[in-house]
């Protein structure tokens, strides 16, 4: 599989990575099957966190014999110091490692900014934790431009993690502002949601790790919506919660050697059109 250098950080990793949420409540010799699968097949950046359920108590056995020859990347819900760094070594046992390559401030919201910025906020548990050794790299994740762009304008981070979905950015323009400041300031930048439809239907899909709606059964528009993500200046696209979506990417991506190409003039003119009909994005316009 092709590998990007993640921006500042320097960590060449693979183009599609896996999202931890993918072994949630999977039974543990299945989960190590998974995991050695996509290490196999070329991924070496794995993201999880503590609100996915109990994705850590299982990725943490599953990834033990390959931790040395992977990147892992943790979050954050903690928005004070003190419970910032009570998560951080807990996520560390659960995880049964004594580092993290990325810890970020998970899904921050526009009304917990100053929270997280001001004095006993969250960015001085990660600030301590990168002196310290305990991280190697931090960074935050949101779903807001307008976060984003606050929160590098006010202290150097080293990765943004942010949603750069198709629907969402050819039609409500969702992660170009973010996108852009990202890359001036050479933070790493990692994908999520590249194949993400629409908002979840009332009813069960049969993805219930998914709080949108996969694209499980169109599988041109999931190669056009995977290869979009990965021609924007992003380094890496990680998974969707589930291993068939996991497998379905991989697929993608094996199909082209490793990279996917940038969309066609023809295909880009399609794709746009297919989001003008997503009547529900699953983030709301910026």
């Known amino acids: 599989m092709e590998q990007r250098i993640l921006g500042k950080t320097g960590f060449k990793i693979s183009v599609f990575a896996f999202g931890g949420i993918v072994v949630k409540e999977t039974a543990s010799d299945e989960a190590a099957r998974i995991v050695a699968d996509a290490v196999e097949r070329g991924i070496n950046y794995f993201d999880v966190a503590p609100s996915y359920g109990n994705a850590q108590d299982i990725l943490g056995p599953a990834l033990e014999p390959h931790r040395s020859g992977v990147y892992l990347a943790c979050k954050t819900q903690a928005r004070t110091k003190k419970e910032a760094l009570e998560a951080l070594h807990n996520s560390f046992t659960l995880l049964r490692t004594d580092y993290f390559d990325v810890y970020q401030m998970h899904g921050v919201k526009p009304e917990e900014v100053d929270t ?3 004095p006993g906020g969250a960015v001085e548990a990660l600030a301590e934790a990168k002196e310290k050794g305990w991280v190697r790299n931090i960074g935050f994740t949101t779903h807001f431009d307008s976060v984003a762009l606050r ?16 629907a969402c950015w050819l039609k409500n323009g969702l992660g170009q502002r973010a996108l852009e400041e990202a890359a001036r300031q050479n933070l790493g930048r990692i994908a999520i949601k590249g194949l993400a439809h629409r908002a979840k239907d009332p009813k069960d899909d049969g993805y219930s790790r998914c709080w949108y709606r996969p694209i499980f059964d169109d599988p041109e ?22 291993a068939r979506m996991l497998r379905l990417g991989l697929s993608i991506v094996e199909k082209y050697g490793g990279l996917p190409p940038p969309l066609s003039p023809e295909e880009l003119e399609e794709l746009k059109k297919r989001a003008v009909a997503v009547e529900e994005t699953i983030f709301a316009p910026v």
């Open 151 to 166: 929160l590098m304008a006010a202290y150097s981070f080293d990765t943004m993690l942010f949603p750069v979905n198709w």
């Open 116 to 118: 997280v910025l001001g």
């Open 221 to 242: 528009l999931a190669e056009l919506a995977l290869r979009f993500t990965m021609s924007r200046d992003v380094h890496t696209a990680v998974s969707p919660g589930d």
